[in-house]
């Protein structure tokens, strides 16, 4: 019987394949008709081939190294993250685009010119190096992968500045993806998703302070607010209302055991949902850095649904830290002074992605 890390990277290569010869077809295509081409070639050549041989993948970016090791029965695991789960389409694209890239024409050789298409040796330049090895650590690919050029490809192939280690030579290939070099990019995504219009209230303990809880009546409000509030002084809305969200549009940015994080002196956040399901977040602060652990649980009266919800989030996230991002740290770890703060230092939204002053705009909420 076929293994599982056979049937997983045979589909790899299979697709690498199908994908090479799909390229080719167009750039014959195009010689035909009489446009100017640079002949083609793999970059990596017999990579294609021996894609289904990969057992580990080796990283280094702009802010360090990580490996993606491949383990029978469990996947793709980080070993330097506990063997926590990778994620697989990321897996999957990378090895898959490191197959197909196809040079388009050489380009500048020289070393001080590197940095210009992103292509100095990480970790002090801005490149991507991977290193692909199979079981027994034979190399199968290695690059150092620089910045995008788009190509004007309705296929939506783009340009990817490309080198090998040890060469000055740079070429740009044609290719399906984009190399990442930071860790959040490889981490398996789904570690909560709760809805916006699931979210009923947000209960938060701070680690000094009194605790205090944003809330609203129905799914059609989309505005929280502070239930119970201080007699002087008004609520800020911003402030209120990015704790929710924080929540339901929860992310990651790095995980570690959590027998690794001290949360002995930790915050303590619950969110509740209309349906009865309960996730509390327990929080502390490393510098500048704010470590999760989550736990879910679910109200008297919680339909078999929601309780099997709650069961899945503890399987997924028992006994992991998680790193959020600054906004949603910052968010989840408010006290009241914070919230009733009328007239902010700072803006709640600062070091907000655009896709989140979007979200938070469609709810009415002006960043």
Known sequence: MMDFRRKTLVILGAAAFVSVALSGLVLYQRARQGTPQFTPTEFLPGF????????????????????????????WLLPDRGNYPADFDEVRHTLIG????????????????????????????????????????????????????????????????VRRPGENQTWLARAV?????????????????????????????????????????????????LLNPPRNGTPNSQFVNVIPYAVTNFSIVDVKPAASVDFSKSSRVI??????????????????????????????????????EAEDINTRNAGWAFKLPTDKGRAL???LARVMTAAPAASPFEGMSAQDLQGLAARGITP
């Open 48 to 75: 294609a081939a021996n894609v289904k041989n990969a057992a580990s993948i080796h990283i280094v970016g702009s802010e360090g190294a990580f490996d993606v090791v491949f383990s029978e029965g469990k996947g």
């Open 98 to 161: 490191i197959a197909t890239l196809e040079t388009l024409g050489p380009k500048t050789a020289r070393p001080d010119w590197l940095r210009y298409l992103g292509l100095e040796t990480p970790p002090k330049g801005p490149g991507v190096s991977i290193i692909v090895k199979d079981a027994k650590g034979a190399v199968l690919a290695d690059l150092i992968a620089g910045n995008m050029q788009p190509l004007g490809d309705p296929g939506g192939t783009s340009g990817l500045f």
């Open 177 to 225: 993806f984009v190399p990442h070099g930071n860790i959040t990019a490889w981490l398996k995504a789904q570690v909560l998703d709760i809805g916006a219009a699931r979210l009923e209230e947000v209960a938060v303990t701070p680690a000094s302070g009194p605790a205090f809880t944003v809330s609203r009546p129905s799914p059609g409000i989309q505005v929280y607010s």
């Open 271 to 308: 969110a509740r949902t209309f349906e009865g399901l309960l996730v509390t977040f327990d929080l502390t602060e490393q510098g500048e850095d704010v470590w999760a652990k989550l736990t879910a649980s679910t109200a008297p009266g919680a339909s078999p649904q929601t309780v099997k």
């Open 333 to 335: 770890t408010s006290d």
